[in-house]
Every structure is written in C-alpha cells, then in structure tokens.
C-alpha cells in the first residue's frame, strides 16, 4: 500500500455499503434450502440425519471454493469476482426450484451442493473492503461486511413466508431475479481500491505460501468455531426448534431470523472493538460465553423469555467473535495476501458449520428429543478454542493485532 495515500480514501463508504448488500444477497442464496427443511422433512418423509445432511450440504462447497475464490480476488478484484459469484448462483437456485418440485431428495442434494457457490461471496469482501481502509480501521470495515451475513436472516424470515404467499417456484425466482439485480449492481457501480495491490503471482502458489503463515492456521481453527457456529446453528435451528419445541415453519423461521440479526449487528461491534483494544480480548470473551452458553441451550430452558435470550446471546457471542478474529486476519496478514489467507480462513470457517449439522442429527435422542451430546460437544469446543485463543499473541496494542506466537 503506498504510503502516498491519504486516508479515508474517497469512496470507502459507499463501496463498502454496496459490498455489504451484495453480500447479503449471496448469503440468502447460500441459505433458502435451511429454513424449509421442515417443509422439506415432511414433504419427503427424510429423518433426523437426513434433513442435517440437506440443510449443510450447501455450506461445503461456500467454504472449499472461499480457498481459490479469495485468492482469485487478490488477482481479479472484487468487482469481477463479486458479479461472478453473484451471477453463478443463479441457476442452482433454478435448480433447487426445479428439484424440490419433483420432489427428489437426491437432486435437491446435488443442487445445493451446487448452491454453495453462493457462500464464496464472503471470501471476496473481506479483500476488497479492507483495502479501503486503513489498518487501524480495518476492523470496523471487515465488521460492517460481514453484516452481509444478514442474508441468513432475510432468508429465515423471508423464504418460508413468500413461499407460503406467492408460491415455491414463484419464491425462488425472486431470489433469482435479486441475485441477478446484485450482479449487475457489483458490475456497474463498485470500483477498486486506489490502495489495492493487484497480484500477479499465479493462484497455487499463492494458497501454498498463505497455507505456510502462522497466522493463517491459527485463524482457522478460531473462526471455524465461532463462524461454523453461527453457520451451524442458523441451518439447523429451525430443525432444533421443530424437535425441541414444537414450533411450525413459520415461527421457527422467525427466530431464526432473530438469531441470525443478532449476530449480523453484534460482528460490527466486534470489530471496532478489537480496533481499540486488539483481537485476543474480543475472541476470548467470545469463545468464552459460547461455551457457557452452549451448556445452557443444553439445559432446554423453559419460557419464550429464557429461551430467546438464551439464543439471542448465543447469537450475540458468535457474531463478536466473527467480527474479533477477522479483525485479526485483516490486520495480521502480509500486503497483497490478505485475499489467500481470508479464502483459506473463511473456507475453515464454512467447514466449521458443515459438520456440526450433521453431529447434531447423528446424535439427536428422538425418546428424549434432546441433542445434548452436540451441545456438549460445541461447549468443550468452545473450551479448547479459547485456551487456544489465549496462548497465541505475545502483546497487545490498540490498534495492531497481536503477533502469532
């Protein structure tokens, strides 16, 4: 980055506001088969272990393909790979449409795995907006981006209900139709940061040098708790939900959108927090209340009141602990690597909500209707994370992420 540059760039908010949006549309994509999984169960007579499998079978491919996907942006930029991805998740919408009209548990399975393009479009913003910013406001940038997460909520909340109003089809060619409008909204009015160091080194070898950084491997198993959790639970809450109390399509979608938006405002916050008083705390605390909470969720706590705030502060945790390890990745990778090592990062955290799903569905007690052994193990998760988190950074300073040990 040339020391030339004078800080705030011109533009830096509006690119990062239209990064945001867009990434909001790719992750509704990423995720309207999860909050149909009900509707999906039912119609197709699946179990408990095959609607897990259905609802993560999307996040795998959104988080292998992050690994080429970021490193291609450190080449290519944002404005290309954002119209790309955008424009690419068209048709697996179509086809999870197509799918889930012939009522085919097998098609639905190879089109959302095909949907998980979708969920690249993160590894593509977390490049293009921190070279907007300064790396002492990278923190802030990368957290108002990963508000994009939001695309969950408006997922949960929204998906059930058009389909409910106007129809199945009808609900995926709006989103369609949304995902196309944000392609050419990318293509036409994001540009590049004057700041962006283009690389000209060729894709393999730039994932192998990135895999080779302390700091890469170490984020990768922080955010893949923190990440994978709130993944992980915004796929399969709905389900959980069903199972443990009772709730119909509609008012799981609800709270799952609650869920979700509580993570969405609590990264930002995250962010600017690690800004002032580095990552490690704000990883830490995080990693800290999942664990706790996590036993508590176990619990099944009685009331609409105790419950929701129990998952909204679950929710709350992720999303700061999303917000404070990115944070870290922003300000602790190399110039020019910053696109590699988020691919590979955000691909361990796409990983980390793949599997827990399907632990879930695969441990799930129907006599009991309980899933303490995935609780349990998220909690002990949490545990290790955090003493992890703890060992790693030998100082702390406002503003400068701590170096890897």
């Not at 190879?110 to 406001?137: C, D, E, K, N, Q």
């Not at 994001?190 to 080194?201: G, I």
């Not at 052994?373 to 955090?386: D, E, F, H, K």
Request: proline fraction near 5%; hydrophobic fraction near 55%; include cysteine.
């Amino acid at each position: 980055m040339s020391a030339a540059l004078i800080y705030p760039l011109e533009g830096n908010r509006r690119n990062l506001i239209l990064a945001t949006l867009a990434s909001a549309v790719g992750f509704w994509g990423w995720t309207i088969i999860a909050p149909l999984g009900v509707k999906y169960a039912g119609q197709l007579s699946l179990n408990a272990a095959q609607t897990s499998l259905l609802v993560a079978t999307p996040v795998l491919v959104g988080s292998l393909g992050r690994i080429v996907v970021g490193a291609l942006t450190d080449k290519l930029g944002g404005r290309v790979m954002f119209t790309v991805i955008l424009f690419s998740t068209v048709p697996p919408v179509l086809l999870v449409s197509l799918a889930g009209t012939v009522k085919s548990f097998w098609l639905l399975l190879v089109f959302g795995f095909l949907l998980g393009v979708a969920g690249t479009v993160f590894a593509v913003g977390i490049p293009f907006v921190s070279a907007w910013y300064a790396a002492p406001r990278r923190g802030f940038a990368t957290g108002v981006f990963g508000m994009g997460m939001g695309g969950t909520a408006l997922s949960a909340f929204l998906t059930p209900r058009l389909v409910e109003s106007i129809g199945y089809v009808p609900t995926h060619l709006v989103i369609a139709g949304l995902l196309a409008l944000a392609g050419l909204g990318c293509w036409f009015l994001l540009r590049e940061s004057p700041a962006r160091q283009a690389s000209t080194a060729p894709v393999v070898p730039k994932l192998v040098e990135a895999a080779r950084l302390p700091v890469t491997w170490q984020m990768c198993f922080l955010y893949a708790v923190v990440f994978g959790g709130f993944v992980s639970f915004c796929t399969y809450l709905p389900t959980y939900l069903r199972d443990i109390y009772g709730f119909n399509l509609a008012d799981a979608g609800s709270r799952t959108a609650g869920f979700a938006l509580a993570a969405v405002i609590a990264r930002p916050v995250g962010g600017i927090i690690a800004d002032r008083t580095g990552p490690r705390a704000v990883v830490a605390f995080s990693l800290a209340a999942v664990a706790g909470l996590a036993f508590v969720v176990n619990l099944q706590p009685v009331g609409e009141v105790a419950t929701g705030a129990t998952f909204l502060a679950m929710a709350a945790a992720l999303g700061l602990g999303t917000g404070g390890v990115f944070a870290w990745v922003g300000i602790g990778s190399p110039a020019g690597k910053v696109g590699a090592v988020t691919g590979v990062v955000s691909a361990a955290g796409g990983l980390g909500g793949y599997f827990p799903p399907l632990v879930m569905g695969a441990t799930y007690n129907a006599a009991e209707h309980s899933y303490a052994i995935g609780l349990l193990l998220l909690a002990g998760t949490a545990v290790v994370a955090l003493a992890f988190a703890l060992l790693i950074g030998r100082r702390r300073a406002r503003g400068h992420v701590q170096q890897p040990a």
